[in-house]
């Protein structure tokens, strides 16, 4: 056989194997969009949810609305999504590492196998249920005063916040029967 009959046998062969890739592709992107099945296409797609992290990293030009760092960035939601905030563009932030965790008061650490991880620390748990009391649901709290004494205190909490790198709590205290703002760094225990 000639090179050239190879040659017409391959492009008739490269042409059925695009043909059939086609009519799958075609097949695939037909479902109805009530499907909640995955499609699977020959080439990769990108998913929504990556499309919306590619657009929050143009909107910051990739760096963090805070600090203006490149590294380790994130994608923050502003209200957090447990409390009905949205995947929208103007729900979301960018943040690096070091910023992220001072807005959700956690530690991201590393594992020997550079997996991250997110750990969960004092200051989270308090801010948790901080959260949770929040409204009109009254809480008991032990607080370690600037001069170091400690307090118990009836507390409705009101607000968090965050100024200059610290948290802190806005309230009506029972004890002083007034708003007060408590450090949350200061809050010994919640119960």
Known sequence: MSITAWIVI?????LIICDSHKSRYKNSTNKSSNS??????????????????EQVFRKYNHKCNECGSHNMLQIHHLLEVKYGGKDRIDNMILLCENCHQKKHGREFTYDGNSTRGVVKN???AKLQKLRQAQGDKKISIVYEKKDGSVTKREIEPKEIYENDNRLY????CYLRNAKRTFRISRIKNIE
């Open 10 to 14: 391959g492009v008739i062969i490269y």
């Open 36 to 53: 909640n099945l995955p499609t699977y296409n020959i080439r990769y797609q990108k998913n929504e949810a990556e499309l919306l992290r």
């Open 122 to 124: 004092k200051t989270f």
């Open 169 to 172: 709590v806005k309230a009506y």
